[in-house]
Nanobody
């Protein structure tokens, strides 16, 4: 069992930056691919970014490519999402997810564990 706890959300003006963190419990974190997803009010949850178990492979949604960066520190059992040039349309609850597989994927239903989410609000 893996528990995920997100932090780092908040309110920021358009054009600003935030860094989200996701701390994971368990000794097998380094063998899991990780992902970030988000859900805006009235919308379905959508994929944001994913990273392979060792960090060598990353993949992003087109809407965040070039602005967001996913990374991980397996020694600290933590995955990060650096968000730059934020836009009002990035406003959402951001969720961290872990997959019992080393391969990164954008498919929401391939992830096995989810955090509770952290709110990101971008004001115009």
């Amino acid at each position: 069992q893996v528990q995920l706890v997100e932090s780092g959300g908040g309110v920021v003006q358009a054009g600003g930056s935030l860094r989200l963190s996701c701390a994971a419990s368990g000794r097998t974190f380094g063998t899991y691919a990780m992902g970030w997803f988000r859900q805006a009010p009235g919308k379905e949850r959508e994929f944001v970014a994913t990273i392979s178990w060792g960090g060598s492979y990353t993949y992003y949604a087109d809407s965040v490519k070039g602005r967001f960066t996913i990374s991980r520190d397996n020694a600290k059992n933590t995955v990060y999402l650096q968000m730059n040039s934020l836009k009002p349309e990035d406003t959402a609850v951001y969720y961290c997810a872990a997959r019992r597989d080393r391969t990164a994927t954008a498919g929401e239903f391939t992830y096995d564990y989810w955090g509770q989410g952290t709110q990101v609000t971008v004001s115009s």
